[in-house]
């Protein structure tokens, strides 16, 4: 652990008690000994409705477990049309750069700005960086413009023509960008940004996958008898859950398989409606959203767990995050997706990968999962555990993220 600290300031439109990586990242640095504070905005992700306890004046400084949080005001996602995700992500960029400078009054070393989506994220590190003359470090966890036109979220090409300015004066005004994936490297030098300002910082797992698991007798009440192939996350256009619904009709004749969704998303409903229209209720089993310090035991009991994406060229760049927590947990995966995420699991000789949109050979990879013995399938999880304490370690990549700002810190 390094004796030297840092005054940190995150920058995240999404953040507890929504769940997304960064509340771990912001403990780890505490943890560290480091001086954290949070600018986000109300949560509303995934379901697009304010969590319970937070109204729309819920704004203002409070506290996740020691570290002073910020919040500005937004409009919620509500159910995720483009003109109200517009609305959202921009609320928070105009109301961060318009109180953030308030809120944040401390000095600070660096700003982290965590960014799976929106981009507009980094317009008010812009400012604060202006006022606290403080680096940015930018986490890309989400390429734009090509994430919005994947998801079919945006088609105008003038639009995407305007999101590609912003994104080159974001990233341009940012003195470090830490990428997710490695092949991020080449679309984000495609825009013009030199190579010595990028770094590779993939995401970790919280501590709590590589911790023992006890036993949790409401989880295992919940759970469906038989093979379980399971999928935890959102639940949305991204996932692809068509192909998904097509593989377990195509393993309708075997009725000991189940598909063991937990999650919540913009086609939560859409995926309800599918599953009673298709006849699907004895395959696939909606447990719904659940904290993430449960997960470790209801992966415990999964044969498998399931990573799927669209096939996208975006997509085929990405990692899923939801692999670094399957790695950890010591599960056979079963990746349905292109690119960069299924090369780890082929790497980790963790699972099988029968690539993006492909119904027919997902369905193969759960049957060839489902005639495995338990060791072999065991096997298979502790090699995905062992690539992820040498690739993945949270302490490992915490040190890593750790020794950047300290460079950031004392070069500006």
């Given at each position: 652990?390094?004796?030297?600290?840092?005054?940190?300031?995150?920058?995240?439109?999404?953040?507890?008690p929504?769940?997304?990586?960064?509340?771990?990242?912001?403990?780890?640095?505490?943890?560290?000994?480091?001086?954290?504070?949070?600018?986000?905005?109300?949560?509303?992700?995934?379901?697009?409705?304010?969590f319970?306890?937070?109204?729309?004046?819920?704004?203002?400084?409070?506290?996740?477990?020691?570290?002073?949080?910020?919040?500005?005001?937004?409009?919620?996602?509500?159910?995720?049309?483009?003109?109200?995700?517009?609305?959202?992500?921009?609320?928070?960029?105009?109301f961060?750069?318009?109180?953030?400078?308030?809120f944040?009054?401390?000095?600070?070393?660096?700003?982290?700005?965590?960014?799976?989506?929106?981009?507009?994220?980094?317009?008010?590190?812009?400012?604060?960086?202006?006022?606290?003359?403080?680096?940015?470090?930018?986490?890309?966890?989400?390429?734009?413009?090509?994430?919005?036109?994947?998801?079919?979220?945006?088609?105008?090409?003038?639009?995407?023509?305007?999101?590609?300015?912003?994104?080159?004066?974001?990233?341009?005004?940012?003195?470090?960008?830490?990428?997710?994936?490695?092949?991020?490297?080449?679309?984000?030098?495609?825009?013009?940004?030199?190579?010595?300002?990028?770094?590779?910082?993939?995401?970790?797992?919280?501590?709590?996958f590589?911790?023992?698991?006890?036993?949790?007798?409401?989880?295992?009440?919940s759970?469906?008898?038989?093979?379980?192939?399971?999928?935890?996350?959102?639940?949305?256009?991204?996932?692809?859950?068509?192909?998904?619904?097509?593989?377990?009709?195509?393993?309708?004749?075997?009725?000991?398989?189940?598909?063991?969704?937990?999650?919540?998303?913009?086609?939560?409903?859409?995926?309800?409606?599918?599953?009673?229209?298709?006849?699907?209720?004895?395959?696939?089993?909606?447990?719904?959203?659940?904290?993430?310090?449960?997960?470790?035991?209801?992966?415990?009991?999964?044969?498998?767990l399931?990573?799927?994406?669209?096939?996208?060229?975006?997509?085929?760049?990405?990692?899923?995050?939801?692999?670094?927590?399957?790695?950890?947990?010591?599960?056979?995966?079963?990746?349905?997706?292109?690119?960069?995420?299924?090369?780890?699991?082929?790497?980790?000789?963790?699972?099988v990968?029968?690539?993006?949109?492909?119904?027919?050979?997902?369905?193969?990879?759960?049957?060839?999962?489902?005639?495995?013995?338990?060791?072999?399938?065991?096997?298979?999880?502790?090699?995905?555990?062992?690539?992820?304490?040498?690739?993945?370690?949270?302490?490992l990549?915490?040190?890593?993220?750790?020794?950047?700002?300290?460079?950031?810190?004392?070069?500006?």
């Open positions: 652990m390094t004796t030297e600290n840092v005054r940190i300031l995150v920058v995240t439109q999404y953040f507890w929504e769940s997304f990586r960064i509340n771990d990242l912001v403990q780890g640095l505490k943890q560290r000994g480091h001086h954290v504070s949070v600018l986000t905005g109300l949560p509303n992700y995934p379901s697009g409705k304010l319970k306890g937070f109204g729309l004046f819920s704004w203002g400084k409070s506290d996740y477990e020691g570290v002073p949080v910020y919040r500005v005001p937004l409009f919620p996602r509500l159910q995720g049309r483009s003109w109200q995700l517009a609305l959202n992500f921009f609320s928070f960029a105009f961060s750069c318009l109180l953030g400078p308030l944040c009054k401390d000095k600070y070393d660096v700003i982290l700005v965590f960014e799976p989506s929106p981009i507009t994220v980094g317009l008010p590190a812009l400012v604060l960086k202006k006022i606290k003359n403080a680096p940015i470090l930018f986490w890309v966890q989400d390429l734009w413009p090509e994430s919005l036109t994947a998801t079919g979220a945006v088609k105008s090409k003038p639009i995407i023509k305007l999101v590609r300015h912003l994104v080159m004066f974001i990233y341009k005004g940012c003195d470090r960008i830490l990428m997710q994936s490695k092949a991020f490297f080449d679309p984000i030098t495609q825009l013009g940004i030199p190579k010595n300002k990028l770094y590779y910082l993939p995401n970790s797992a919280e501590g709590i590589q911790s023992p698991v006890k036993d949790n007798a409401d989880i295992i009440e759970m469906p008898d038989g093979f379980r192939v399971m999928f935890a996350g959102n639940i949305g256009v991204a996932q692809d859950f068509e192909t998904i619904l097509e593989a377990a009709e195509l393993l309708r004749e075997y009725p000991d398989i189940c598909w063991v969704i937990l999650g919540d998303g913009r086609q939560f409903e859409w995926l309800k409606n599918q599953i009673s229209q298709r006849n699907l209720e004895k395959s696939i089993f909606l447990l719904g959203r659940h904290p993430v310090e449960s997960m470790p035991s209801f992966f415990t009991h999964a044969d498998a399931l990573v799927s994406l669209k096939k996208e060229p975006i997509f085929s760049l990405t990692i899923p995050s939801k692999v670094q927590s399957y790695l950890a947990c010591g599960r056979p995966i079963i990746a349905a997706l292109d690119g960069e995420g299924g090369r780890v699991i082929v790497e980790a000789e963790a699972g990968v029968p690539g993006a949109e492909n119904s027919e050979a997902l369905a193969q990879a759960v049957l060839n999962l489902y005639a495995m013995s338990p060791l072999e399938r065991e096997e298979m999880g502790k090699r995905g555990q062992v690539y992820y304490k040498k690739h993945f370690d949270r302490q990549l915490l040190e890593r993220l750790e020794n950047w700002m300290i460079l950031a810190k004392k070069d500006s």
